[in-house]
């Protein structure tokens, strides 16, 4: 008799997870599905870096048929060095791996989980889109909108950057906000997340 669902084979983490039971991925690794539709992008695990939401999200689009993926990126912390008008500080620095670069452009769609340091949200997400050339969703905490990533070079769906300006190979094309890191993702915010995806289809893109 069939239940209505679909099976997913995920292929699990590199390395061990962090805390009881590795609930927690560790920094570099990628859980990996059968079909490369969707990667959710997570910034490395810390203190102020906290992926909880990640796994929740991931979870509610597998349960509606949605194949992801997530990445766990080596690096995820701080900012990129050329983030002019963000408080750098002496912390980190965010930055790429060619490796994780070439595990994103496997898949159609990126889903970027950010935190709520505007300055950080859209900087993260441009060095991002510098290297990788799939559509992205933007899912984070700090009230953003098109115009804030377009001031900086990003490509997305509604403006875009005067073309002599154009930094990203990759377009953002949906923003959803309100998400707080460390804490539950509302099922109201998991149904936008779920409805832009199935309305970009993934499946159909190149």
Known sequence: ?????????????ESMGLDKGGGLAQRGTLSETGRPDVIAIAMTPGNRHITKPVCEIT???RREG?????????????????????AIGRGPKFGMTEKEIEQINRHKLALIHLGNVKSHV????????????????????APV????????????????????????QGTIVEIVTGITRGQT??????????KDIIRINPQKLP
Request: hydrophobic fraction near 40%; charged fraction near 25%; glycine fraction near 6%.
């Open 1 to 13: 008799m069939p239940i209505d669902r679909e099976t997913q084979v995920v292929d699990c983490r």
């Open 59 to 61: 979870h509610g689009l």
């Open 66 to 86: 949605i194949q992801v993926s997530v990445l766990v990126l080596y690096s995820g912390g701080g900012v990129p060095s050329d983030a002019k008008d963000a």
């Open 122 to 141: 859209i900087y993260k997400a441009r060095d991002i889109l510098r290297f990788v050339s799939i559509p992205a969703i933007i899912v984070c905490q």
């Open 145 to 168: 909108d098109f115009e804030d990533f377009a001031r900086i070079g990003v490509k997305t769906r509604v403006v875009n950057p005067e073309p002599d300006k154009i930094e990203t």
């Open 185 to 194: 993702c509302s099922r109201v915010k998991l149904n936008e997340i779920v």
